[in-house]
């Protein structure tokens, strides 16, 4: 149950603090967001350039990038998703345990980017996993990852803990491990997780 | 810097029944090489990082390419027996026909090495190789065993148009995964039809995403 804003702007000034679960539940989860340490390809170092000092993604409470998937809760896929790395990248995000995030950096992870065309590259990591947020550009400014970042914490932060649209992590239904391809004679097999990924409607 | 005229003529005298060719290059860049026999290409490779006035000590890129069957259409004169009536009389006439023959070309694989002298600040000096034709008999010595950084380059050749190199010391896929059977960089490579979505289509691409959508609708 939502508190009303204003009694709790008012009460706050009496010096009594109310919450709700939920938002101190979501306040917790979006204020502590630790990233996998994982670079792809040229926009890892963009991702590291939103790290360091300059950019300080600290300030948004994700300056631990962890190196095992274990105790990621966001991954950033920064890069080209060759076809090889694919099946790699979809057992990593397996590993992660729940919540877990992830953010498509960049133009190659969203779309396969100028290589979209070619034989090696995987044409988007959301035909995989599912994605959060799509970050496109080429590559992305630090300040449009810090961007994807405050969109991800705006989302985290309107998730309902129950009723339908609460998070994979609270619906014991949901699907937890996404299959792995595997790489075929000639391309991945299959070509992308109908779970996840529609062939969206190009209106021509 | 030599010439490759004057370094083709060091090789026939250093290897015996060498058989090297010149490739010219007609472009400004004219940049000529050296196209080497299979069976005398180590010979000549040993002969040119050894030779005290080569000294062509390294070997900086392997590549591949390849070349399509072509068709010819040359037009040639045929003289014919023509049997022919000239004023009320038959007579059998020699008549000179231009007619269009057509021949197809076999297509090949070639490797390109490009060396250079580190020691003479010489270079660079492109040799090739070339297969007899593009499906079976495709394969050409290895070049490792002469200069060790070609290992890599070798497997890049490799994977990507399909040349096997005898006597590599370890020939398997680099760039694509071990299962995978085509050899991408070859020009009638099919690449696999996953253009189910194009935003921004066009041209061949375009008419194949609209197939897909009729497909599903």
Not at chain 1, 134 to 159: N, S, V, W, Y
Not at chain 1, 181 to 201: I, R
Not at chain 2, 183 to 201: I, L, N, Q, S
Request: aromatic share 8%.
């Amino acid at each position: 149950m939502a508190v009303d804003n204003e009694l709790k702007i008012e009460l706050g000034k009496q010096g009594v603090f109310v919450t709700t679960i939920e938002e101190l539940y979501n306040w917790g989860r979006r204020s502590s967001v630790w990233p996998m340490q994982f670079g792809l390809a040229c926009c890892a170092i963009e991702m590291i350039a939103t790290t360091m000092a300059r950019y300080d993604l600290a300030r948004f409470g994700a300056e631990v990038f962890r190196p095992s998937p274990r105790q990621a809760d966001l991954m950033i896929i920064s890069g080209t998703v060759t076809k090889k790395m694919a099946p790699q990248v979809v057992r990593l995000y397996n590993q992660m345990a729940e919540p877990r995030y992830v953010i498509a950096m960049g133009a190659c992870a969203i779309s396969g980017g100028p290589f979209k065309q070619g034989y090696n590259v995987l044409k988007g990591i959301d035909r995989y996993i599912p994605v959060d947020v799509h970050i496109p550009g080429c590559p992305p400014r630090p300040e449009a990852l810090i961007q994807a970042f405050m969109t991800l914490q705006k989302k985290i932060d309107e998730q309902p803990l129950t009723g339908a649209d609460r998070p994979r992590h609270l619906d014991a239904e949901a699907q937890g491990e996404f299959p792995v391809p595997e790489p075929g004679e000639h391309d991945l097999e299959p070509t992308s997780n109908p779970g996840v990924w529609t062939v969206p409607v190009v209106i021509r | 810097m030599r010439t490759v005229e004057e370094i083709k003529a060091a090789i026939e005298a250093a290897v015996p029944d060498a058989g090297v060719t010149l490739v010219m290059n007609p472009s400004p860049a004219a940049q000529h090489s050296l196209l080497l026999q299979p069976e005398k290409a180590v010979a000549v490779a040993t002969f040119l990082r050894d030779s005290p006035e080569l000294a062509f000590d390294y070997l900086s890129n392997v590549t591949g390419v390849d070349w399509l069957d072509k068709e010819i259409a040359e037009k040639v004169k045929v003289t014919k027996s023509v049997t022919k009536t000239v004023d009320g009389v038959e007579q059998t006439v020699d008549e000179t026909v231009e007619e269009t023959q057509k021949r197809v070309e076999p297509g090949y694989l070639e490797a390109v090495y490009h060396l250079y002298s580190v020691a003479l600040k010489d270079g660079p000096l492109v040799i090739r190789m070339r297969t007899a034709n593009r499906t079976d008999k495709i394969e050409m010595p290895s070049l490792t065993p002469v200069w060790r950084g070609a290992e890599f380059q070798e497997r890049e050749v490799f994977d990507l148009y399909g040349i096997v190199f005898a006597g590599h010391p370890d020939l398997r896929r680099i760039l694509m995964w071990d299962g995978f059977k085509d050899h991408p960089m070859r020009k009638d490579y099919v690449e696999p039809d996953d253009f189910e979505y194009e935003p921004t289509a066009h041209d061949e691409v375009l008419k194949r995403a609209q197939e897909r959508q009729a497909s599903r609708d």
